[in-house]
């Protein structure tokens, strides 16, 4: 069995990371529904899944919910699962208001929390803010225990390690002495009847909300006095999240494209993840050109009875796949050089079209477990 | 499209990885090659414009590529930090308030506030720096690029008053100005960034109310053989033949694919993008963007 199916029979949680774009959504996809076919109740939990393959699976692209893979999708694809397969689409938004939900101290806190005009930005752009959410429900859901496998499919970043200290770097700016030191006075005022005349006595406040408008600088303080008492759960919560990433039940798996620039990246996050002393079980060049058996020359063409200018289209076009497949070889082999002998690279063809639906995700994992159909 | 290189700002964006900073250095070519000067601002993690064209890195300084065109690497503590100048006047006081440890922690509290200081900072040069003609923004992705062109509207619910709001209202201004700045997409002929330069012109429409400029569809495979040409190959076994049969079948299928994606850019976005060829090489560098320009000098009309 390849060390991808020992991984799917072993472990409770599988992340899959990687740059974007490169096919984390389709590979996480494509190992739930394998573990599902094995017999295991499976959710996969995604994140901005294309829309073609939300739709094929029948997944809607908002709402949080758990949607169990129907049976009439598998029978269209030919296939007949042992086990369950579930999806779900993260929604940054519900997840934050499950969590100011469950943490608020009081129902009136609860309220100032969502009623909050910065909330509805903190909450969707604020740096961390969508894989610290992801990780969180990702938590609760390992928690609960209802799956056998629960596959996290993580956001595109724009710098691989930032889904690792994200939850770090939220919490540190929700419970940060610095916004306490500068809004002290602010924060003195209480949580009635704040007025930024309170912020006017310190001259650092003063100096920024020149800056940034008072306004702007009165309603951060009042977020930050509403959150006040929600940072211990926060906080318990990221610890629990950290230590089940790196407990035996987890499995990482890391994704990439052949592409230069996601190699680099793909690289990076390899030695991020060994220093931070999270293994690495596998990982997976997808979309990659298969190598090629070498391009004939012109002249063997026309000896072999082709007119001229075609064989001149097909000499060129036989040596510019050969270039794109010599590519892909090389990139493979620099990216295993780096991984090692313990991690196994496996590698998907670039299919002609997108994978949307689950006969698709089937063909992915032939390459992945060689032995699926 | 009235002339686009006569206009101060040109925005280019699309979905990660598929060409954007590669489109924007090859438009910038071509404005250079028309008289224009040009700064490429280029607002990613990693600053790649230099190496695309073949010179040193000039990092948060402006440096010159070619004599027509520098770029720069704009950056949220820099940018921070001359934006914050600008408004206090003395470095006294920047110092005092913007360079104290427990303020920059909190600065980063702000929702948008890098993208505030960012796009300040490339409208700032479209608007105030006689050195250039006009300013390339190579934009990061879709969701993020939407959020930075928005970040003036989204300032301006929370803040009326003072500095930031006058700044804001100049920056929206500029944006909104058909004859000062235009966005461009970028897709490549694929399911996913289609689909998303598709949402994105929707949502720009909604939210940024900006002109937009030619779109390109990147890594564009022209069809190069006819069906009977490819089934011609296939009467004898010859294995040579066979090989190169197989090849041309494989770019057909892409060519195929590259022109139902057309059609689909065409159709959904109400004009075709302007195609730009998939190069075969083994590095990208300054000898592409030269090659990509000229097939835009092509397609783009003075
Ligand atoms: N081997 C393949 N051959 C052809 N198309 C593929 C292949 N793998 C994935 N795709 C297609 O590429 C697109 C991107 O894949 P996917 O959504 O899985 O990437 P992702 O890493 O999750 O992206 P993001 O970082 O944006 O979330 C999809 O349209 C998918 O169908
Ligand atoms: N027309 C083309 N032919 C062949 N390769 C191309 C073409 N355009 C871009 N590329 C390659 O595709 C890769 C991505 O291009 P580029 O960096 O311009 O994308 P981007 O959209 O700016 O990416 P990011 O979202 O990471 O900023 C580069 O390695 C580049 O060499
Ligand atoms: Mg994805
Ligand atoms: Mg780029």
């Not at chain 1, 894989?131 to 990702?138: F, I, P």
């Not at chain 2, 993690?45 to 004599?67: C, K, Q, Y």
Request: hydrophobic residues 45%.
């Amino acid at each position: 069995m390849s060390q991808l199916g020992k991984l799917l029979g072993e472990r409770r949680v599988l992340v899959c990371v990687g740059p974007g774009g490169v096919g984390k959504t389709t590979c996480s996809a494509a190992m739930g529904l394998r573990a599902a076919m094995d017999g295991k109740k499976v959710l996969v939990l995604t994140i901005d899944p294309a829309r073609r393959l939300a739709n094929s699976l029948g997944i809607s692209a908002i709402g949080n919910t758990e949607t169990r893979i129907t049976d009439a999708s598998f029978r269209s694809a030919r296939l007949s699962p042992k086990g369950q397969l579930w999806a779900m689409t993260l929604d940054m938004k519900l997840v934050w208001d499950d969590l100011v939900r469950r943490h608020a101290p009081s129902e009136k806190r609860r309220d100032q929390i969502l009623g909050n005009r910065l909330y509805r930005q903190l909450s969707t752009k604020l740096a961390g803010s969508l894989e610290y959410m992801a990780m969180e429900k990702l938590f609760e859901l390992a928690q609960s225990r209802d799956y056998d496998l629960l596959v996290l499919d993580t956001p595109p970043t724009v710098h691989a390690l930032d889904f690792l200290e994200a939850p770090n770097r939220l919490l540190d700016v929700l419970d940060n002495d610095a916004a306490r030191w500068l809004l002290t006075p602010a924060l003195a005022a209480g949580e009635i009847g704040l007025k930024f005349g309170s912020l006017g006595a310190s001259y650092v406040a003063r100096t920024l909300a020149k800056f940034t408008g008072a306004q702007l600088l009165q309603e951060l303080a009042q977020f930050l006095v509403a959150f006040r008492g929600m940072y211990e759960g926060f906080k318990e919560r990221a610890t629990l999240v950290k230590a089940l990433l790196e407990s035996e039940q987890t499995g990482f798996v890391l994704v990439t494209s052949p592409q230069t620039l996601a190699v680099d990246e793909a690289i990076f996050f390899a030695r991020a993840l060994r220093e931070e002393q999270i293994p690495m079980q596998a990982a997976i060049m997808n979309r990659v050109y298969p190598q090629q058996t070498g391009a004939p020359s012109v002249a063997t063409l026309r000896a072999a009875g082709v007119e001229e200018t075609l064989a001149q289209t097909l000499a060129q076009t036989a040596q510019d796949y050969a270039l794109l497949a010599r590519a892909d070889h090389a990139a493979q082999l620099r990216l295993a050089s780096v991984l090692g002998p313990e991690i196994p690279l496996h590698s998907i063809p670039r299919f002609v079209r997108d994978v949307h639906d689950l006969r698709g995700l089937w063909e992915v994992n032939e390459h992945l477990f060689g032995d699926s159909a | 499209m009235s002339d686009l290189f006569a206009r101060r700002l040109l925005v280019v964006t699309g979905k990660g990885g598929v060409g954007k900073s590669t489109v924007a250095a090859a438009l910038a070519t071509v404005a250079g090659s028309r008289g224009r000067r040009v700064l490429i601002c280029e607002l990613s993690a990693r600053e790649r414009m230099p190496a695309l064209f073949g010179t040193r890195p000039s990092g948060a300084e402006v440096g010159l590529i070619t004599p027509r065109i520098s770029s720069v690497h704009v950056r949220p503590n820099e940018a921070m930090r001359e934006y914050a100048l600008m408004v206090l006047k003395f470095r006294a006081i920047y110092s005092a308030v913007f360079e104290n440890r427990m303020v920059r922690y909190f600065l980063r509290a702000v929702p948008s506030l890098s993208e505030i200081v960012m796009l300040g900072k490339v409208c700032w040069h479209a608007l105030q720096d006689d050195r250039f003609d006009l300013v390339v923004l190579d934009a990061p992705a879709t969701g993020h690029a939407l959020s930075l062109l928005s970040t003036p509207s989204t300032i301006l619910e929370l803040v009326n008053e003072g500095p930031l709001a006058r700044d804001m209202r100049a920056m929206q201004a500029l944006l909104e100005d058909a004859r000062r700045s235009a966005v461009s997409l970028v897709a490549l002929p694929e399911e996913m960034p289609v689909n998303e330069a598709v949402d994105l012109a929707a949502q720009l429409r909604k939210v940024v109310r900006m002109a937009r400029g030619p779109d390109f569809l990147n890594a564009f495979f022209p069809s190069r053989f006819s069906e009977a040409a490819i089934s011609s190959l296939k009467k004898d076994q010859d294995p040579n033949l066979e090989i190169a049969a197989r090849a041309a079948r494989a770019y057909e299928d892409r060519a195929a694919l590259s022109a139902f994606y057309l059609e689909k850019m065409r159709t959904e976005l109400g004009r075709p993008p302007i195609c730009v060829p998939h190069l075969f090489s083994e590095s990208f560098g300054a000898l592409q963007v030269a090659q990509l320009a000229e097939v835009l000098d092509r397609e783009i009309p003075a």
